[in-house]
């Protein structure tokens, strides 16, 4: 089975703010890191942090639960330097245009494969060598 070894990111932006704004500005970093990249995701989600969770401590005080997105980009392991640099300047920009009041972003590097399958034929994708499964061998558990 061809794979394709790639760095996969995941950039995490919750802040006290409408959906509406972590939307809009979803929206421009996934265009500029698609420009880059070719492609990127956002996903919805929740986000905790303490006021002190940048120190190393035993105990964190003043939790705050807030709503945001998880930025997505999985790119070959040789771009993984400037994707690293476009997604946090990416991110930062949009956070100043935007106006999010996010200050720290936490972002999760590491190795993937990477698969493209077509729904039609359900082959791989640049794959020569393997005969496509059909719905008819799923369904019948070959």
Known sequence: MPLSKRIRYEA???????DEQLSAAGASILSAL???????????CTG?????????????RSV???SGVMILLSVPQHQAD?????LTTTIALAVRQH???ARYIHVD???ARAFHFDVDTMSLC?????????????????
């Open 64 to 66: 705050q639960v807030h």
């Open 12 to 18: 995490i932006i919750c802040c006290n703010c409408s």
């Open 109 to 111: 590097g590491f190795e």
């Open 126 to 142: 640049g794959a020569r060598d393997i005969a496509p499964v059909t719905m008819v061998d799923v369904l019948s558990g070959q």
């Open 82 to 86: 400037q994707a690293y640099q476009v």
């Open 34 to 44: 698609s420009e880059h990249f070719g492609g990127a995701s956002m996903l919805p």
């Open 48 to 60: 905790a942090w303490a006021a002190n969770g940048n120190d190393v401590a035993n105990r964190y």
């Open 99 to 101: 106006n999010l009041p």
